[in-house]
């Protein structure tokens, strides 16, 4: 039906709106950029009115909107004839969240450290500090380079796009934080912390049997760290939450939804709402 399109049967703005669940702005916004035309338009009033037909691909792009998708993708996902060319845009745009969330948790570790005075605001930086000659490989050097290593790891999980040589790096530099960890005396808590890193960095990268093995060496150290009272009330939920997402990617979906569901239990444990609420957003990203 084209835009000068006998008006019987055709729902006005406002109606088709309020069905398609998208604003009446951005519907008008929709049609400017070519994205979502009315089937019809008033030459004198300018008036726009729509078929029922396009409510489908409205409500398609309402929820893709709420899913956060660009509007150019949109465009080329509501024009993509094959499922899975679909399924590869959106799984473009699934790596990108992915992303955003891996800086959020790097956020709230480093926020974290800095309130608790674990870590001076103003101070040398680890990655400055790091080189083995200088600090002698004591227990303070592999600390300041568990630090550093950790750190860096994460702003190689915030890329969306990775170099094959940037892959490697993010693996050994993550396997390196935990040595240096575990080489300074660091705590069951500072183990479990390392193991959640490789985990994570396994399973971003669809690897899942070492996203598993590191995953469940994460669960036990946090389990044990939590039964001496060392542990942040979040970290066993942490813990539940890479096991899960490890076992997601193995592909044991049973698996990963029994886990899912102890972790959220395990956030009942958690004071801190705005903890509480990124490990739970962390939960929502487990590609179950």
Known sequence: MTRDAPSRELLPIGRFARLSGLSIGALRHYDELGLLQPAAVDPETGYRRYAPVQLA??????RLRDLEVPLDEIRELLGADDAAGRRRRLATHRT??????????????????????REPIMGTDAAEAAPGVELGFDSDGHRALAKALYNHVWTLLEAAERTPDQVDEMIYATHA????WLRSGGTLVNRA??????AR?????????????????????????????????WDLAAAL????????????????????????????????????????????????
């Open 96 to 117: 990108r969240v992915e992303a955003r969330v891996n800086r959020l948790v790097r956020i709230l570790h480093v926020v974290r450290q800095l309130s608790e005075g």
């Open 241 to 288: 939450e890479g096991l899960a997402r490890a076992q997601a990617v193995s592909g044991d979906r049973a698996a990963a939804e029994a886990t899912r569901t102890r972790a959220r239990e395990a956030l009942e444990q958690i004071a801190d709402p705005e903890d509480r609420e990124l490990i739970d957003q962390d939960l929502a990203t487990t590609p179950i």
């Open 57 to 62: 691909d409205a409500r398609a792009i309402a």
């Open 177 to 180: 934080s935990a040595y240096h």
């Open 201 to 233: 960095v396994y399973s971003t990268l669809g690897r899942g049997e070492p996203a598993l093995w590191h995953a469940r060496r994460c669960l036990e150290l946090a389990e044990a760290a939590t039964a001496a009272g060392v542990a942040e009330d």
């Open 193 to 198: 912390r390392g193991e959640w890193q490789i």
